[in-house]
T-cell receptor, first 113, second 113 residues
């Protein structure tokens, strides 16, 4: 079946540190890939997405590149801020109509001042 | 992207009672989804709600426990029936955002005593 694996958290970084959160997937076809972010006490917000191999999604300083050869979609940010403290979810879908999402377990990031 | 609101944002309920959660979106959408997020966990899809038809439930979720209404293209409700402490979770509504993306509401935080 389809699945998403993320690095275990929590991840604790100092402000301005470099962030990588690993995400790998297993899928029976060519999925679209997403990163969602959940800030404390809130719902999920779409952070970025990529729909085909070698696409790079980017938003708010975060980036992730769809790597078909390694089935990965790692999230990176060059300099994190305290306000980036949240839970990050990697997700995929093989559906073109917004159905059948598969979410990873989430990675909690804490950024210390 | 769609703007989604949920009511209530949080509630504390007694076991054996029921709670109805409302989800309102600012544009017409084909599909609405209901998820459960248990404490510290990822998202689990409860059901998919299309306007004018019965909701489609995922394995482990039944209509008697989680009845869903979808009276029009901008609104849905999820009822959590005969609640027990194990139902304490965040309940999230999402919608298909056109294409392959889902957009989420802010969630309803439920505590059952």
């Amino acid at each position: 079946g389809n699945s998403v694996t993320q690095m275990e958290g929590p991840v604790t970084l100092s402000e301005e540190a470099f962030l990588t959160i690993n995400c790998t997937y297993t899928a029976t076809g060519y999925p679209s890939l997403f990163w969602y972010v959940q800030y404390p006490g809130e719902g999920l917000q779409l952070l970025l997405k990529a729909t085909k191999a070698d696409d790079k999604g980017s938003n708010k300083g975060f980036e992730a590149t769809y790597r078909k050869e390694t089935t990965s979609f790692h999230l990176e940010k060059g300099s994190v801020q305290v306000s980036d403290s949240a839970v990050y979810f990697c997700a995929l879908t093989l559906d073109n109509y917004g159905q059948n999402f598969v979410f990873g377990p989430g990675t909690r990031l804490s950024v210390l001042p | 992207s769609a703007v989604i609101s949920q009511k209530p944002s949080r509630d504390i309920c007694q076991r054996g009672t029921s709670l109805t959660i409302q989800c309102q979106v600012d544009s017409q959408v084909t599909m609405m989804f209901w998820y459960r997020q248990q404490p510290g966990q990822s998202l689990t899809l409860i059901a998919t709600a299309n306007q004018g038809s019965e909701a489609t439930y995922e394995s482990g979720f039944v209509i008697d426990k989680f009845p869903i209404s979808r009276p029009n293209l901008t609104f849905s409700t999820l009822t959590v029936s005969n609640m027990s402490p194990e139902d304490s979770s965040i309940y999230l509504c999402s919608v298909d955002g056109g294409g392959e993306t889902q957009y989420f509401g802010p969630g309803t935080r439920l505590l059952v005593l």
